[in-house]
């Protein structure tokens, strides 16, 4: 599903965020990533999204190499890809209902099948019944479930989280990873950066360890 | 994605993939959705928009004022083509018949497109009319009028109305001809200088709805940054982040469009109790022309048109530091 063929990320001409990254990722595979903070993750994940581009080496993404992609191509190629972020980007404008509806409104799916597939999203992450509240109105792990739900809704089959656990206590943790596990149990690639080692060593999943830019460990999960 | 077309079907339908039929109509549900959306945006700051469209309708009331000036004063093209006549004064001895037969002569001319006898009686009651003269010239002892020939060129360009005069004065019977250049000239370049200013003064004003409608436009997009981020991250292309801005820009104009209309027509108004009085005062009916149906809707459109394109402006420029690399 994903592979990185050394693939080097420099900014600013001198400092190398990201060096001779080389590995596989499997399609229907669980995958963590993790390091310290700055070790890197962020900048890979921003990597296959395509927000930054690569100063060395190839990604290729469903067999795609995504440096070749016209600009015009890159939303579309967004669309197959589900993200959740940290601070999990949710709009604060509008409803829950609306923030998961965003991905199928900016596809122009038909309002119909999009509220089916909105609701199915939330109801997977237990959140149906707030679906008219607003972001504000929830608590930090409900948010991120929107975050989730929003990444879902789209179906995709690959899905990345970049700390999806930050701020949540461990048993909210736990409960954002599970469903981490229960996507990729119906097929869907799940790559997850995130700092958490005791959680992440309970999960037991394929671990890819950056340390300053470089892939120093890629245990196999025991 | 050729390889998870594969997935796709193992796993059912997973992307929408929308019919060529069902991609327009979501395209016009959300061409709908924005340019209403962007209306209710409007309308939650009513005096903020408001006076944005004031700033529009006064950028634009200055030139379309100018221009309805010169229609009303009769200096646009079509007006001074019209004028542009010859008179060929015949010789005191015609009398009516041959002067028929002269101007059936003059009509001949290949340079000629219209003429019209005056004859000598027809002259004098037309000079006792326009003067009020009747009494002093009922007691001349004959008509000192000779009879003419009004004369429409078909080409009226000055050389060629100048060389028609020429070729005109050689026919037999006819005196001299006339043609009021001088004042004609400087009519079509005073014509000429008002329509010139009215161009440069609607350029650089629809420069300034750009500005105004751009500026307001750059403030939204700002107050919209995380959207927009949020957007492009999960897959919006540009048209669909624009759209939302191309809308709020053309309404921006319309509304500007339509109270600069409102004050074209209060100052029509206003000024139309003078502006009659001194026509009058010269024994003239003069009033000033109203901007009318048409013209409303050519500046309607033109409005519409500058907010939308100072809002496309506005927003590529700022979406290119918005986009991330």
Redesign the interface.
Known sequence: MIAFEHVGKRYGGRFDALAHLNFRVE?GEMVFLTGHSGAGKSSLL?LI?R???PSRGRILV???DIDRLHH?QV??????IG?V?QDH???F?RSIYHNVA??????????R?ASRRVRAALDKVGLLHRERALPIELSGGEQQRVGIA?AVV????LLLADEPTGNLDPQLSADIMSLFEDFNR??TTVMVASHDLALIARLRHRTLRLHEGRLVADEEAV | MSSQGQERSRRGARTHRASAGGRWRSWGRHHRAMSLDSAQRLLRYPLSSLLTMLAIAIALVLPAGLWLALDGARLLDAELDESATLTAYLADRVDDGEAGRIEEALSAHEGVAETRLITAAEGMAEFQQSLGLEDALARLPGNPLPASVVVTPADTSPESVRRLAGELEAVSGVEEVRLDFAWLERLRHLAELGQRVTLALAVLFGMGVLLVVGNTIRLAVENRRQEIEVVTLIGATHPFVRRPFLYSGAWYGLGGGILACGLLTLGGDWLSGPVSALAASYGASFALPALGFGGSAILLACSTLLGWLGAWIAVSRHLAQIRPR
Not at chain 1, 75 to 80: A, I
Not at chain 1, 102 to 110: A, H, K, N, S, V
Not at chain 1, 154 to 157: E, I, V
Request: charged residues 30%; hydrophobic residues 35%; aromatic residues 8%.
């Open positions: 399609r921003r999204i927000l930054e581009r469903a067999g795609h015009t939303p579309f190629y967004r669309r197959q993200v972020f980007q949710l709009l404008d965003l991905p199928l409104e900016i596809q122009g799916m038909e309002p099948e929003r789209n179906k995709p089959a119906i097929g």
